[in-house]
């Protein structure tokens, strides 16, 4: 499987980061919170017409929470995890908090993803999303899937 950088995913956490402390980086909270968690994985896929070029490929078979848990990054350095441990310093990443209510944090979320360019949520439920991002030249697929614990 062909693995690229996650300029789109880093796109979407800097746009997160910026929405008025409904969704906010776990360390600029003053108090405990909860927390999204998140991963994000770059794959190749199949992306259709709207970049230069397209990969075959094929969606991950891993994505999805399983007890409790977000899967686990691969041993490359081209994903992010906030349930990485800490002694993982290539993969792991704060986790994303917010003050408000949970449905209004997803709904958040949602509503940003929807908003950027060149981006299909695939899965959506009160506590978990997933969705793909395609890079506008190459069409790269990032895969980044957020839990809500």
Do not use: W
């Amino acid at each position: 499987m062909l693995r690229f950088v996650l300029t789109p995913f880093l796109a979407l956490v800097l746009t997160v980061f910026g929405t008025v402390g409904i969704i906010a980086p776990a360390y600029a909270q003053p108090q405990p919170a909860p927390y999204i968690t998140f991963t994000a994985t770059t794959t190749a896929t199949i992306t259709g017409g709207a970049s230069m070029f397209s990969f075959p490929g094929k969606r991950p078979d891993n994505l999805g929470v399983k007890d409790g848990a977000l899967a686990t990054c691969p041993s490359s350095p081209n994903c992010v995890s906030s349930q990485a441990p800490a002694a993982d310093a290539i993969h792991a990443i704060a986790p994303l908090s917010y003050g408000a209510s949970p449905e209004t944090a997803i709904a958040t979320l949602k509503t940003v993803i929807e908003g950027l360019e060149r981006t299909k949520i695939i899965t959506a439920t009160s506590d978990y999303l997933y969705a793909e991002f395609s890079s506008k030249l190459m069409g790269f697929v990032d895969d980044v899937e957020f839990y809500l614990s």
